[in-house]
T-cell receptor
């Protein structure tokens, strides 16, 4: 069966510090991968998605970037965090061949920028 | 373009009462529709999905949803609410093509009164 991991689970960082969040998927090959942000009391905002190694599409211009160095690894980064980067970050995967975009979510990372 | 509207950011029901969470969608092609549940500080878990088979879809935890094309709706119901159903519920739509994933509604917070 497939599993998706995210770490760290929680993170408190000062403004201006760098960020690296990691997501890995097990039990599947060539998944589509997604990063979402969920601000307090708000819905999900798609940040990035990837259909393959090194292929990243950005949905929202911002302070963040994403990379996919391996087939089942997706990394969310920032060089300098802003207060507005606080939120709950969710990674998800889907089977690109299935064609219905059903997504499976990781447990999330709670990021607080102080 | 596709979109999802969830009526009511908060819904409160008594334990044992009917749960009805509303979702209306727009899509230029026959859609795939999903309901996800999110418990505090956790990722999203799939409750059920509509993929153009039966219009009445049964999911986990006693939930079901009915796809009504004429009303462009996919409302979520459960005959008898349990305290454990208290959570955030998200409706999502996919056109199936492209990897840019699901379009989510803003979510409905379900409150269960004892």
């Amino acid at each position: 069966s497939q599993t998706i991991h995210q770490w760290p689970a929680t993170l408190v960082q000062p403004v201006g510090s760098p960020l690296s969040l990691e997501c890995t998927v097990e039990g599947t090959s060539n998944p589509n991968l997604y990063w979402y942000r969920q601000a307090a009391g708000r819905g999900l905002q798609l940040l990035f998605y990837s259909v393959g190694i090194g292929q990243i599409s950005s949905e929202v211009p911002q302070n963040l970037s994403a990379s996919r160095p391996q087939d089942r690894q997706f990394i969310l980064s920032s060089k300098k965090l802003l207060l507005s980067d606080s939120g709950f970050y969710l990674c998800a995967w889907s089977d690109g061949l299935a064609g219905i975009n059903e997504q499976f979510f990781g447990p999330g990372t709670r990021l607080t920028v102080l | 373009a596709q979109s999802v509207t969830q009526l009511g950011s908060h819904v409160s029901v008594s334990e044992g009462a009917l749960v009805l969470l509303r979702c209306n969608y727009s899509s230029s092609v026959p859609p795939y529709l999903f309901w996800y549940v999110q418990y505090p500080n956790q990722g999203l878990q799939l409750l059920l999905k509509y993929t153009s088979a039966a219009t009445l879809v049964k999911g986990i935890n006693g939930f079901e949803a009915e796809f009504k094309k004429s009303e462009t709706s996919f409302h979520l119901t459960k005959p008898s609410a349990h305290m454990s159903d208290a959570a955030e519920y998200f409706c999502a739509v996919s056109s199936g093509g492209g990897a840019d994933g699901l379009t989510f509604g803003k979510g409905t917070h379900l409150i269960i009164q004892p």
